[in-house]
């Protein structure tokens, strides 16, 4: 009989790991939400509110690499459980400046980067070691279902921090993500992984590791990847400005934002196995991108609150298939490699230039002109894209 897709939860380890993770992970939405509502309060520049994401995301560019590359060499409880205590004591400081109200611009965007940095170091580890907690016949349902995990806080956290916000203050918040790090630190303290796996390697890269990573194929995809991120972060860099600033939305109403985007991406989750089967790569990515841009436009003509959440759900439909392709499309690069993490490494470097870049871009753009504007600029860019990428793809098929 098959087994449920929830089957690796039977595994106490990965279980373990699994809960430590959500809860992670869902702290990292409140605080997400807390942050950018902070930053509004410290500035209506939509370039200053857009450096937030810049900052966040700009470690995971220089790295990433390095961070992959070191956990190859057998290091990962070492920089995994470091990274979490960097990123429990950045959000513990956080809490603490917003509470005494001393947080300035400065402030929020320095701990944003020390937050980013240990993201950065612990993602590439983070991943290799989630198939390692479960036989070889189980790896594929065990990243599932972390990401459907994923899925479930990007519902609950946006929408519990909206409510922690009007309730509590932005400070709560910070706290409640700086406690949400101790489950992984004390998971990562116990190291429950097999020590085989952990001996030290004395692992380099050789030239055909390099050729194998700048082949025209690879650059290929990391240029893809870069194009579409550049455009997709528009939505990160403005949807504060949007919301929060033009909208006067309510905390409640500005952390369901992220819900609704949370919402998007379980919608398409239901439909995950047909969307993602291999054959289909192309042809799912392509909608991906229509989609996530319809997402953009609907955001940038929003003239309400009921808009704005319409726009984040088809904005999540799309976010989630183009991420979740474009990790499996890296992931199978690794088989072809002993440098695992350095390879997702890499994924997450490429990914992240977009986004870091992307986000000041939009933010200078709607500085100069509007957020709308920007907003559409970006649409249009992202559906050109997706229509190229489906037109080449029908021309191959079709072509003798």
Known sequence: MKESVWSPLKISVYRSFWICAFLSNLGTW????????????????????????????????????????????????????????????????LAFLVWEEKITESSLLALSLILGIGAALTNPAFQSVLTDLVPAESQTQAVLVYYMGINITRVLGPTIGGGILGGFGPSMAFLL????????????????????????????????????????HNMKLWIEIFIVTFFASSLWALYPTRGRIEMGLSSWQYGSLLGFLGLG???????????????????????????????LFLMAIAPSYIFMCEAMFFAGIGWLILATLMNMSSRQLTGKSHLKATMLGVF???????????????????????????????????????????????MLKESP
């Not at 939509?46 to 995301?57: A, K, R």
């Not at 989750?269 to 997402?295: C, D, E, F, I, W």
């Open 30 to 93: 409140i605080q997400d939400v807390a942050a950018s509502w902070v930053m509004t309060h410290l500035s209506t520049s939509p370039l200053v509110i857009s450096l937030l994401s810049f900052t966040m995301n700009l470690p995971m560019v220089f790295l990433s690499i390095p961070a992959g590359f070191i956990a190859d060499q057998g290091h990962r409880r070492r920089i995994l459980l470091a990274a979490q205590i960097v990123m429990f004591s950045a959000a513990a400081v």
């Open 348 to 394: 997450l470097a490429v990914f992240y230039a977009g986004m870091s870049l992307g986000a000041v871009s939009w933010g200078a753009f709607a500085r100069f002109s509007s957020t709308s504007r920007a907003l559409l600029v970006a649409a249009i860019g992202l559906s050109i894209t997706g229509f190229s990428k489906f037109i080449r793809h029908y």
């Open 177 to 216: 993500n700086s406690f949400s790090f101790m489950g992984l630190i004390l998971f990562f303290w116990r190291w429950p992984v097999k020590e085989s796996i952990e001996v030290k390697k004395d692992i380099r890269f050789t030239q055909s590791e390099w050729k194998f990573l700048f082949s025209l």
């Open 265 to 295: 991406a379980c919608f398409s989750a239901v439909y995950s196995q047909k969307l993602m089967q291999p054959h289909r790569t192309n042809t799912s990515l392509s909608g991906a991108y229509l989609v996530y841009a319809l997402g």
